[in-house]
């Protein structure tokens, strides 16, 4: 009997010690492409801001983990569900989110933008054929040009009998001469090498003289709303102007859902540089994203093209997601804070983003 229990004893030992040593299980930690937050370098290896964070985090607590590319629309599913521990890369708070999974403290708040094109002076013109086309010009040059004729014509009635006038002669000639008058005159030009000769002629003339100051108003008025517009058309000051534009997304992205709650429809796109390249291309107008990522690509890719317009009043979020009752939360959130506030984190980000990039 005694020897029975010492060899319990000593097996229930062994096993205490063996489950000592088994190695804690690795943390399964989703990455995705989206510079300059995550990505691959040449080697094959993930760096960016939000990798290099989590690196120096895990590294202060002892974290053990492996990285496991997913695509961003199946992070959060996937990690709602346990099959993930914490995901990393451009990966916005929203309240929809934070529904199905928790976040950590933010490491980075940003605005949203829109990529448009650089040279917009063709857009420009093209707004304003559209204005001419659909608010009210084209009417307003039919009336001036209709009034124009009817002048001209009584003009010569009145004056192609005067032997001395300047308005006689053949019928094409006195009528073109009528023409040349009634629009130096409408126009307010005046050269005065024609005149009219008669008391009915110089009255109608008198009149004429009135109404063409009248429609040549109309006109510099219609012409100067349709630049107006063009310019308010082509204008980005804030989210619900781009339902102007044939707008682009990235599938999955926080800037999606924006649109969405905005009622902007958007061609969606499985990543940004797919997404700036059909801007590029003239497949959309506009490309909607963080200005970050869209700052980061267009500067890298599409200096000479493409431009980012920023939205000050919609502010963008990035914070490490975890699934549901993340066991090592505290531990993780009092790493990050402690890192993001100092200045070796302020020279880290303008390593990855310029000094010119505003991360407030």
């Known amino acids: ?4 229990t010492l060899s319990l004893t000593v097996l229930l030992a062994l096993a205490a010690k063996g489950f000592a040593e088994e190695p804690s299980r690795k943390l399964k930690v989703a990455v995705f492409d989206r510079p300059p937050l995550a990505m691959r370098d040449r080697h094959g290896h993930w760096t960016g801001i939000a990798v290099e964070l989590w690196e120096n985090v895990s590294n202060e607590n002892g974290f053990s983990y492996e990285y496991v590319p997913v695509p961003l629309p199946n992070i959060i599913p996937k990690l709602h569900s346990g099959e993930l ?3 990393l890369g451009e990966i916005g708070v929203s309240a929809d989110r934070e529904r199905k999974v928790d976040f950590t403290q ?21 707004q304003i054929l559209y204005g001419i086309t659909h608010h009210g010009l084209i009417p307003v040059v039919l009336g001036m040009m209709g009034l124009l004729l009817i002048f001209s014509v009584l003009l010569w009635l009145l004056e192609r009998r005067t032997t001395q006038g300047h308005f006689g002669g053949k019928p094409i000639s006195g009528l073109g001469s009528a023409l040349w008058f009634s629009a130096v005159t409408m126009t307010t030009v005046g050269y005065g090498d024609k005149t009219p000769q008669t008391p009915a002629g110089r009255l109608l003339a008198f009149l004429w003289m009135f109404l063409g100051i ?31 534009f044939r707008d682009g997304v990235m599938r999955g992205s926080l800037a999606e859902s924006m649109l969405v709650e905005s009622g902007i429809p958007a061609k969606k796109f499985e990543s940004y540089e797919a997404g700036l390249q059909a801007l590029e291309d003239g497949t959309i107008t506009a490309f909607a994203g963080d200005s970050i990522t869209l700052r980061y690509l267009v500067q890298r890719d599409h200096p000479e093209r493409l431009k980012v317009v920023t939205f000050a009043s919609a502010h963008v979020t990035f914070a490490m997601a975890t699934r549901p009752q993340f066991p090592d939360m505290e531990a993780l959130n009092v790493s990050i804070v402690g890192m993001v506030n100092t200045p070796d984190w302020t020279r880290k980000l303008q390593h990855w983003l310029g000094s010119a990039v505003d991360t407030n």
């Not at 009997?1 to 029975?4: E, G, H, L, S, T």
């Not at 949203?112 to 917009?120: G, R």
């Open 106 to 126: 933010p490491f980075l708040v940003t605005t949203m933008a829109v990529a448009v094109l650089k040279d917009t002076s063709f857009a420009n013109w093209r």
């Open 85 to 87: 521990d914490l995901a």
């Open 1 to 4: 009997m005694r020897i029975a």
């Open 214 to 244: 009248l429609l040549v108003s109309a006109f510099t008025g219609a012409v100067s709303s349709s630049i107006t517009l063009a310019q308010l058309r082509a204008s980005i000051g804030e989210i619900d102007d781009l339902a102007r």
